[in-house]
């Protein structure tokens, strides 16, 4: 009887045994680059996934398609699940460094060659003027940008078409006067008057005719530069990429050059720390919108330390591309009690460990195939939503958003509804937009990643195409 008893008890406590088991750790290091590994850490407090040493090793294998090696702890509060963690950590801060090294190379040798290559050979061509009369013998050759010169000969190949085609012109109004002064000669009889003035008018027709075809041959006689219309080769104004403004009165009165911001983010860099390795991209493709956009206002003052929000201007339902690797969730605004709208957040993971950003004013979270998932990882430059932040006509912001002061709701068109689907919309309810004045991303960053524009990439990797410019928010 004593026996059956306590088996009874023991069976009752198994379960609540299970339940407090120690939390799991799982260590998986897999090919990452040509010559280090990488590492990533995984727990598992209900051992669905793992629950030995050969269990982990599955998982890693099933997780990477191979791996290089594997550590396991069975308690994480453990000392050894610590230091196998803080190994981790070092293997992949390693790697990512690594990585970073031979993408900053591959750039550097991209650029000189080509550097190299716009030195020895044409490097852009221009656009060709478009006239407003057609004149067929009028053609425009190339205009080039070739080592550094500007190289155009539009003028004279105008000069030269409009030659020849009152050349021809001329030509044919002096063959119509041979042939009607050859009809009054015939048609003259006896009269010696009217056959004298159809010879004249032959005689000059004929000379002008001569002088006509043979005017090349005269000023290339005279000066054979004559004939070459080229014009002086000219230096070529620099290009300098014009900032992409917002409209609105976001922030303190007044602007700031893009200089100013230049400098901001060079004291930053040098200064500043990021506690990332990895870069944190921009998810429009351009650079973060300076002016009184979050860089001056709302106590920032200029400081890199307290400038935490940035604006990218983007197109309508332009991506937005995750700025670094991590998980993604999503939530869709049914209010107004913040201005962000619809949000993408997503916190950092591997390499990205830390850092956290909230992304405002999405017009929807699909991927590129069109895809809602509500949770998902995400490596950086991944699509995880489109832009919004156009305000539906005759939506009612709160009295003290800029946008009601402002009167941004102003788009009219079919509202978006649902974010998780793809529809053919053009603006959004203004719980969904936030307070904009137009199509923009607006990114908070959380300070454990350490200062945002110590860690952004600022001009280094604009790939994107150019997008129009977007609104700007104030977030009450």
């Given at each position: 009887?004593?026996?059956?008893?306590?088996?009874?008890?023991?069976?009752?406590?198994?379960?609540?045994?299970?339940?407090?088991?120690?939390?799991?750790?799982?260590?998986?290091?897999?090919?990452?680059?040509?010559?280090?590994?990488?590492?990533?850490?995984?727990?598992?407090?209900?051992?669905?996934?793992?629950?030995?040493?050969?269990?982990?090793?599955?998982?890693?294998?099933?997780?990477?398609?191979?791996?290089?090696?594997?550590?396991?702890?069975?308690?994480?509060?453990?000392?050894?699940?610590?230091?196998?963690?803080?190994?981790?950590?070092?293997?992949?801060?390693?790697s990512a460094a690594?990585?970073?090294?031979?993408?900053?190379?591959?750039?550097?040798?991209?650029?000189?060659?080509?550097?190299?290559?716009?030195?020895?050979?044409?490097?852009?061509?221009?656009?060709?003027?478009?006239?407003?009369?057609?004149i067929p013998t009028?053609?425009?050759?190339?205009?080039?940008?070739?080592?550094?010169?500007?190289?155009?000969?539009?003028?004279?190949?105008?000069?030269?078409?409009?030659?020849?085609?009152?050349?021809?012109?001329?030509?044919?109004?002096?063959?119509?006067?041979?042939?009607?002064?050859?009809?009054?000669?015939?048609?003259?009889?006896?009269?010696?008057?009217?056959?004298?003035?159809?010879?004249?008018?032959?005689?000059?027709?004929?000379?002008?005719?001569?002088?006509?075809?043979?005017?090349?041959?005269?000023?290339?006689?005279?000066?054979?530069?004559?004939?070459?219309?080229?014009?002086?080769?000219?230096?070529?104004?620099?290009?300098?990429?014009?900032?992409?403004?917002?409209?609105?009165?976001?922030?303190?009165?007044?602007?700031?050059?893009?200089?100013?911001?230049?400098?901001?983010?060079?004291?930053?860099?040098?200064?500043?720390?990021?506690?990332?390795?990895?870069?944190?991209?921009?998810?429009?493709?351009?650079?973060?919108?300076?002016?009184?956009?979050?860089?001056?206002?709302?106590?920032?003052?200029?400081d890199y330390k307290?400038?935490?929000?940035?604006?990218?201007?983007?197109?309508?339902?332009?991506?937005?591309?995750?700025?670094?690797?991590?998980?993604?969730?999503?939530?869709?605004?049914?209010?107004?009690?913040?201005?962000?709208?619809?949000?993408?957040?997503?916190?950092?993971?591997?390499?990205?460990?830390?850092?956290?950003?909230?992304?405002?004013?999405?017009?929807?979270?699909?991927?590129?195939?069109?895809?809602?998932?509500?949770?998902?990882?995400?490596?950086?430059?991944?699509?995880?939503?489109?832009?919004?932040?156009?305000?539906?006509?005759?939506?009612?912001?709160?009295?003290?958003?800029?946008?009601?002061?402002?009167?941004?709701?102003?788009?009219?068109?079919?509202?978006?509804?649902?974010?998780?689907?793809?529809?053919?919309?053009?603006?959004?309810?203004?719980?969904?937009?936030?307070?904009?004045?137009?199509?923009?991303?607006?990114?908070?960053?959380?300070?454990?990643?350490?200062?945002?524009?110590?860690?952004?990439?600022?001009?280094?990797?604009?790939?994107?195409?150019?997008?129009?410019?977007?609104?700007?928010?104030?977030?009450?």
């Amino acid at each position: 009887m004593k026996r059956f008893v306590f088996l009874i008890v023991l069976a009752l406590l198994l379960p609540t045994a299970n339940i407090y088991a120690a939390e799991r750790v799982c260590v998986c290091y897999y090919p990452s680059g040509e010559y280090t590994d990488t590492c990533e850490r995984f727990t598992d407090p209900d051992g669905h996934e793992f629950d030995n040493a050969n269990e982990c090793e599955e998982y890693c294998n099933s997780n990477f398609g191979g791996v290089n090696d594997t550590d396991f702890a069975e308690d994480a509060e453990s000392e050894y699940a610590e230091n196998m963690s803080g190994e981790c950590l070092r293997v992949a801060a390693e790697s990512a460094a690594e990585h970073e090294a031979v993408a900053a190379e591959e750039e550097a040798a991209e650029a000189a060659s080509a550097a190299t290559s716009s030195k020895s050979s044409s490097t852009k061509e221009l656009l060709k003027p478009i006239l407003s009369i057609d004149i067929p013998t009028v053609t425009f050759s190339d205009g080039l940008i070739e080592d550094g010169v500007l190289k155009v000969n539009y003028l004279g190949d105008y000069i030269a078409g409009v030659y020849i085609y009152l050349l021809g012109i001329s030509t044919t109004i002096a063959i119509v006067m041979m042939m009607v002064s050859g009809l009054q000669w015939t048609l003259g009889g006896t009269s010696a008057e009217a056959i004298g003035k159809a010879k004249t008018r032959i005689k000059n027709a004929l000379t002008g005719l001569v002088l006509l075809i043979c005017s090349y041959i005269i000023l290339f006689t005279v000066n054979p530069n004559l004939i070459k219309l080229q014009f002086p080769e000219l230096d070529p104004v620099e290009e300098i990429a014009l900032d992409l403004y917002t409209s609105g009165d976001e922030g303190i009165t007044g602007t700031a050059s893009r200089n100013a911001c230049n400098t901001i983010v060079e004291t930053a860099k040098t200064k500043g720390k990021c506690s990332i390795s990895q870069s944190v991209a921009s998810p429009t493709g351009n650079q973060p919108i300076c002016g009184q956009h979050h860089w001056f206002d709302g106590g920032a003052g200029g400081d890199y330390k307290k400038i935490i929000n940035l604006d990218y201007a983007a197109g309508w339902g332009s991506s937005i591309r995750a700025p670094f690797d991590g998980k993604v969730t999503y939530k869709t605004s049914t209010t107004t009690s913040n201005g962000c709208g619809n949000t993408i957040a997503l916190t950092g993971t591997g390499s990205a460990t830390g850092a956290t950003i909230s992304i405002c004013h999405a017009k929807d979270f699909l991927d590129d195939s069109g895809t809602y998932i509500k949770s998902r990882t995400v490596k950086q430059g991944d699509i995880i939503g489109h832009v919004g932040g156009d305000c539906c006509a005759g939506e009612k912001p709160p009295a003290n958003w800029t946008s009601a002061k402002k009167g941004w709701c102003d788009v009219n068109g079919t509202a978006c509804t649902d974010p998780t689907k793809k529809e053919s919309c053009t603006c959004q309810p203004v719980t969904q937009s936030g307070n904009t004045s137009g199509p923009h991303v607006h990114i908070t960053w959380n300070v454990a990643g350490g200062d945002l524009l110590a860690c952004i990439e600022y001009g280094e990797k604009s790939s994107s195409p150019a997008t129009t410019s977007g609104g700007d928010e104030m977030l009450p």
